[in-house]
């Protein structure tokens, strides 16, 4: 049976520049030129600049559970907030087709002095929910989030673990066809985890989802597709996740022995 | 399913009303969000205050004190107002604080929230419009109170007074369009602004707030005339305070030109926005 193809990514590229003064004009002059109708020429470095996403090329289909390895500074946010659409892209093509929930920082977005149902509604506001679909998934958010007793309380009463639950519930609540998961997988306590890794595995079925971790242990649970980024390209895809993890540690990952991360 | 394309021209192939369709989209799509930030932003400022919401309202008071001692002190002596200084300088006052409350807000939303955009991908332009309806909210308590002064001080309005807040529209968008021009310059660099916070508060003194049209010195009156800021105040105070509707020509021009402005500062948001929008971490 075809697989349905949720994600494409084809030959995207990305540019940063690298000192702070440079990066200002850069601005400047780029702001000049949308003013006055001038092309940007995105698709050519200049002073300090450098490509920190090249030439990538990414499928997602329905049932991946993707994950993304590679050292900081390899360009998995870059990528993930591209894919996200908070970033342009310089070079290349994106297309998505459904629905795409992002969790970058699992907290951010939630206010201390405002309950957790009230973030309820901020968050998923902020996932593209109207008031009427925050509703429907109140109950389930909520549930899924253990914090019954507490949904009333202000949010700054909570332990980190507590909000991070809460934001990953409301992330999941979305129902995304593509949910992107970056670093946002240390939620609450062991059981918690658990809990959420089979909850991911449960609803890959109606969906595709990315996760970008360090923690190995993860992959090998998770996983059914794994992809290595180092500086900026991929350099390895598989669906042997065991495998790829050998190839991240033994050729990316910057360890002096081994048995660190297995 | 919805299917959503992005490419490096994504962007520059949108004309105005392209912008413009996805400004209405955007706020239709997220409105409740948006609604849910007004409220966040009025409130969160109080949530830890004894007295809580009642700030709203103690604040303006508290002007008013101030303004009625500076009043009987005898400390100015300014042009030929219409009604007591103080009411008048508070009215105006008002209206300036309006003004400028879009540019600041506007300005600083982009940068001040940065961290928040970055980590959640909804609309920048919520945050633009948030900030706007709680400077609209903030205006009509200061306003109110400067009313009732107005009455306390024998003001009488007549049925003009009623166009007062749509006479206002001009300078929302004025304010509008300037907040967001230096909202995506600042995220690039803070010079402009810097300089721009200094021009703003001598166009203060170089408008009709703390003076009326009528003020005595030849000088100011040659600059009030080419200052376009000058008919956008002084056309709906005038309206407030019956005093007719002197160099309303004028007054339709430069609303033209602001509303045209406005539009074009959200295009050039749209447009300009994201390709600098990855500075905000710098």
């Known amino acids: ?262 | 399913m919805k299917s959503i394309v992005y490419t490096p021209e994504s962007n520059h192939q949108k004309s105005l009303a392209d912008n413009l369709r996805e400004l209405w989209s955007d706020l239709r799509n997220f409105r409740h969000l948006l609604k849910n930030l007004v409220i966040l932003s009025l409130t969160k400022q109080y949530k830890k205050s004894i007295l809580g919401i009642s700030w709203l309202i103690i604040s303006p008071i508290l002007s008013v004190v101030v303004w009625v001692l500076l009043q009987a002190s005898g400390l100015f002596n300014p042009g030929d107002t219409p009604v007591p200084y103080v009411a008048f300088v508070l009215l105006s006052n008002s209206i300036w604080m309006f003004f400028i409350s879009f540019y600041h807000g506007i300005s600083d939303c982009i940068l001040g929230r940065g961290g928040e955009l970055l980590q959640n991908n909804f609309p920048k332009i919520i945050i633009v419009f948030e900030r706007i309806i709680v400077s609209i909210i903030n205006f009509v308590i200061p306003l109110t109170l400067s009313i009732l002064v107005l009455l306390l001080f024998g003001a009488r309005f007549g049925w003009e007074a009623l166009f007062f807040l749509p006479a206002l529209l001009p300078l929302v968008f004025l304010g509008i369009a300037i907040g967001l021009v230096f909202a995506v310059i600042k995220v690039v660099a803070v010079d402009f602004t810097v300089l721009f916070d200094n021009v703003i508060d001598v166009l203060k003194y170089l408008s009709p707030v703390v003076y009326s049209t009528a003020v005595a010195s030849d000088l100011i009156q040659d600059i009030i005339k080419w200052n376009p800021l000058t008919y956008l105040i002084d056309f709906p105070r005038k309206l407030l305070l019956g005093e007719g509707m002197d160099a309303w020509e004028l007054y339709l021009l430069f609303s033209l030109i602001s509303l045209a402005l406005m539009i074009l500062a959200f295009r050039f948001f749209y447009l300009a926005l994201p390709w600098v929008f990855e500075k905000v971490t710098l």
């Open chain 1, 1 to 262: 049976m075809e697989q349905k193809l949720l994600l494409d990514v084809e030959k995207v590229c990305k540019k940063f520049c690298k000192d702070l003064k440079w990066s200002m004009f850069h601005g400047m002059s780029d702001l000049l030129k949308i003013t006055f109708c001038i092309d940007l020429k995105r698709d050519q470095l200049r002073a300090e600049e450098f490509w920190a996403i090249s030439d990538i090329d990414l499928k997602l289909f329905k049932g991946d559970i993707l994950c993304i390895l590679g050292n900081n500074g390899s360009g998995k946010t870059t990528l993930m907030r591209m894919i996200s659409g908070i970033y342009p892209l310089d070079k290349g093509k994106i297309s998505i087709h459904g629905k795409i929930s992002s969790l970058f920082a699992i907290r951010s977005g939630m206010h201390p002095h405002f309950s957790g149902r009230e973030n309820i509604y901020i968050k998923g506001g902020m996932f593209g929910l109207n008031q009427k679909q925050i509703k429907e998934k109140m109950d389930w958010i909520i549930e899924f989030s253990e914090l019954e007793d507490f949904i009333d309380s202000p949010l700054g009463t909570y332990s980190a673990g507590m909000r991070s639950r809460l934001g990953y519930s409301i992330a999941v609540g979305t129902q995304p066809d593509i949910l992107i998961i970056d670093e946002g997988l240390a939620v609450g306590d062991a059981s918690f985890r658990l809990k959420c890794f089979e909850n991911l595995k449960s609803i890959s079925k109606d969906c595709g989802i990315i996760f970008i971790t360090h923690n190995i242990k993860r992959v090998k649970v998770l996983a059914n597709r794994i992809m290595i980024l180092d500086k900026g390209k991929f350099v390895y895809e598989s669906t042997l996740v065991e495998e790829g993890m050998d190839y991240y540690i033994d050729n990316c990952a910057k360890l002096s022995t081994r048995e660190f991360l297995s």
